[in-house]
């Protein structure tokens, strides 16, 4: 076996390992092999190459008679957005390394990681499963052994045989998006410049309505009281999120505390009014009222001290149930996975006062702080290291305890001890599955019967059975009713399955509360899981896991800053949120919403995407190493594009000696982001002076960068522009034809003071000042794409508009509720100093289709012009406005490529909390759009006012698949003309799996329908 290893190339599939065995049968007999699936098995399984459930990919085959080997299938990257849907499809190619191919599908979740750890490495064995890495023929002749002998030597279709024989399974031909049209743009002159449809005197032509799930799902802990079931802390990964609380079981929910990454959570054994609750950079709060107020009681920022400055990382709390009044917190001295020290801190009084206890020598990361039942001063952590014992409150520590692992291998995320016999403890490594052990510690074994995942994160014991014991894994949730023998899987009807955050009633075992993660507290960065997700967040069961109800209704990311359309697909919008856990995508104008995860969108600032096909997604960013990230794949799959930035500053900023010494990495804060729409290869971006200081940068200056590769490299591109200015780069507008001439706008956003607009018409080898006219204090810049020399600008005192390229500037502020007087001296104040950040514009949205249509964010809401700007007027109809400025900064309001939906975010509450909410109006009737996609080597043109995509064509049923998406309850119609090699007259039509009845001329299909969200169209011959 070991010799067949030499000849093995393994390539990666969600769910599937293909491994081609070089055999000795004659190069004649050479052919490509296809695996695919219809079952998405390993939702957790990150692969290099973007699978066919994205909208856009271009495939090319060669494509013989059916039933024969498919050969040279290219799947490269796609357009839209990744949408896991009830039937994803998956397929890789192959080309084979010796004479012949053969399969061999080996399952990633059987691969014995216990066994593998310690021969390659834990973070090798991740990276095989979770991150697309590729095993050598060395390392796999290593490691073979940890597979399953039965999968490497059969298969129940060829029972007996040494060897799989080649696959005659086809590939699925997935729609490579070759073309997108929307009708031309233009400009309609309205007859009436005023609002034409009322109701109670208030202007209706809009109808604002509250698009909500924005939920990330990156629970960190939950708590539930133990003398009262009903109340129930939960923590997220989100500084917009932090703790929420809910006094009836998790029907509702409201939030208690906003700062920072919640960390842990610990409630009072008998009083469930105190609690404590970690912060992971911020030390450690306390309540005594239920929540509702709060205290600092480790490292208090306004009593700084050695905790404080320190700069340790809190991570794990707990409450002793022997003597209730003591408690214990522990941090470490690293961020994420270390071998550096932990340190103990006990309180002798619920929490209120503190002292160090002691030091964990070389434990690394802590993750879970446990006291035994009987026991107040017997504590165990579990850590990097292992599992350790402390005998004495913490003052000293054993070695790790769980000495069946390596070193490398040993690193344990949950602990638990049985509530009434504490010589049963249970540990969750994180990579080898669970240990027990029944002697307190003192000898361990593997107990993984019925895992299917072993990396393993927090496990409890039922308070109520202490038989039965909850595990939450990188995939799926486990019961055990036998104190951690065996294992059963409960996460019944789950679309996303990694989780982590986990609580059992103390009453009722079968009560239990899992959240779900997309990495581990914000440290453990071998257990981040990334790609587009849908499904996460909080759940509960009653019944032990036969269903599971999501119960985070009323939790919502409220920190909104970055917004956008994509400038051709309908309904398709993208929202970061301050310091969240990534960014969210919707098909369908809000009805669904995705989870996207990369470390970029941490902290979001602009999204931008290019107007070529594939299209291609950036985000520019004030995250070390990912200031600007993109995608090729619709948002699956995201990578670095800032490491050009540090080489590419020129002699002037170094003489203005903005560069600055960072260690030895280069960081800057971006803002503005713009990619040409007659070039996709030409980028313009720009720092900002950020004045906060809360990281180190390496340039305290507003410089602007372009790219004419796609970022690939960049150049300086600061010449004119003074970027010693305490200013940001908030914004860069393109040329629609020419992408040498192109704007920047200022900002005071995060940064200090605007000093207008600038202008270059050589790429940005020249910039300089257009603001005749204009007040200086910019908040957004939108460009007329029929007449590119007419430009409007929100500023704090109005909209201005520019018909000569910014040559003068012009107030357009009729009916918009400005303060402004338009004197002689306010003009010269303006265009020197600018306004104040208190009232005036601060975003625009130009409708796409019709110029001439603008709508502008105030402080009272929602303004529409029909005439470019001579005259405004409210459209406020369904917004929750209130005495407080709605709008605290720049990125919130956008309208989609057809001009029929506009979407704004808004603070509602009356004392400006900057807690804000998005919401849509839509705008019938809806607008067709053209698409062109690419299936099985021929054209398949459809014609739809939803957005579709998803697009492939099943050899095996006979069927084409695609989905439609829009904004419920709108009438839509889809238009489709079948390419004959596809399919051939009379077909049979289905959405989501019910009979339509279509209209059909030849090979042309058409169907009128509600929008539902997103729905799967299938189309069959009439056999």
Known sequence: MLAIARNILILFSVGLIVILVGCSSSPSNQTTAIETETEMDHEDIEVSTPTPIVTASTVSDSQNEKGKEQENLEQQTEDSIAIPESTPIKSISATPVTTATTNIKLDPKTLDVGCANPILGSSVIDEIRFKGRQLTATELEKILHCFPEQELTQDPKYAGEEYLQPSTENPIPVGNIRNVSLPTSNHAVSKNVQCEVFEDKECTELRWERIDGLLAGAITSIQVAPTDSEVIYAGIDSNSMSLWRSLNS???????????????????????????????????????????????????????????????????????????????????????????????????????????????????????????????????????????????????????????????????????????????????????????????????????????????????????????????????????????????RRDNGWKYTFTDALSIDPYDSDVVYVG?????????????????????????????????????????????????????????????????????????????????????????????????????????????????????????????????????????????????????????????????????????????????????????????????????????????????????????????????????????????????????????????????GLDLNTRDLQIDPVYPETLYAATGSGVYKTTDGAASWILLSEGLPTSGSGSVQEKLLLSTIGSDDRGGIWDLAINPLNPLQIYAATNKGVYKTKNGGEYWYAVNFGLPLSEGNPFWHDRVLEIDATGTVLYVCLDPSPNGDRVTHIYRAVMEPLVPVKYQFEVNGDFLEIESTSQIYNTYYDQDEQALHFTVAGPSQTKAETILNVPVSLLVKPFVVTMDGKPITPSSNGQQISFEYLHLGRVEVIVKENR
């Open 516 to 772: 779900t993660a997309v990495e581990l507290q914000t440290a453990h960065a071998n257990h981040i899981n990334t790609g587009i997700h849908e499904g996460g967040g909080l759940y509960k069961t009653v019944n032990g896991g036969e269903d599971w109800l999501q119960i985070d209704q009323d939790m919502e990311e409220s920190s909104v800053v970055a917004m956008a359309t994509h400038p051709y697909l309908p309904f398709s919008l993208w929202v970061g949120d301050k310091a969240g856990r990534g960014a969210f995508v919707t098909p369908d104008a809000g009805e669904t919403w995705l989870h996207a995860t990369w470390s970029g969108a941490h902290y979001p600032m602009v999204f931008a995407f290019s107007h070529s096909f594939p299209s291609k997604h950036f985000l520019s960013s004030a995250m070390t190493g990912e200031e600007l990230t993109v995608s090729d794949d619709g948002g699956l799959n995201w990578r670095s594009l800032a490491n050009g930035l540090g080489t590419a500053i020129d002699q002037s900023s170094r003489a203005s000696r903005l560069p600055s010494e960072t260690g030895n990495y280069f960081h800057v804060h971006l803002h503005g982001l713009a990619v040409s729409p007659s070039d996709p290869d030409i980028l313009y971006t720009g720092t900002i002076y950020d004045p906060s200081l809360t990281e180190e940068y390496s340039m305290m200056g507003a410089v602007i960068f372009t790219s004419r590769d796609g970022g690939k490299t960049w150049k300086e591109s600061s010449n004119g522009f003074p970027i010693d200015t305490p200013t940001s780069l908030n914004a860069f507008v393109i040329h629609p034809t020419d992408p040498n001439v192109a704007y920047a706008m200022t900002s005071s956003y995060e940064s200090e003071r605007p000093i207008g607009i600038f202008k270059t018409e050589n790429g940005g080898s020249n910039w300089r000042a257009v603001n005749k």
């Open 250 to 488: 998790g029907k509702n929910w409201e939030k208690v505390y906003q700062w920072a990454h919640a960390s842990d959570v610990a409630i009072n054994p008998i009083n469930p009014s105190t609690i404590l609750y970690s912060e992971l950079e911020e030390g450690v709060y306390r309540s005594t009222d239920g929540g509702s107020s709060w205290k600092s009681v480790i490292g208090d920022r306004d009593r700084p001290d050695w905790v404080r400055s320190s700069g340790l990382y809190f991570k794990a709390l707990t409450f002793s149930t022997h003597s209730p009044q003591v408690a214990y917190a522990v941090a470490s001295v690293d961020r994420g996975p270390s071998s550096g020290s932990a340190e103990v801190f006990v309180s002798a009084d619920g929490g209120q006062n503190w002292n160090h206890s002691g030091t964990c020598k070389n434990c690394g990361s802590v993750y879970a702080v446990v006291v035994e039942p009987d026991n107040s001063t017997n504590i165990w952590l579990s850590a990097d290291s292992g599992v350790h014992l402390s005998d004495d409150g913490g003052a000293n520590w054993s070695d790790n305890l769980l000495t069946n692992l390596s070193s490398a291998g040993s690193a344990t995320i949950g602990l638990s001890i049985n509530p009434t016999n504490s010589e049963i403890i249970i540990a969750a490594t994180s990579s080898s599955g669970v240990y027990r052990s029944a002697d307190k510690g003192e000898t361990w074994k593997q107990s993984n019967t019925g895992l299917g995942e072993l990396h393993t994160h927090q496990v409890e014991f039922a308070l109520s059975d202490p038989n039965i014991i909850w595990l939450t894994t990188h995939d799926g949730v486990y019961q055990s009713t036998d104190t951690g023998q065996t294992w059963t």
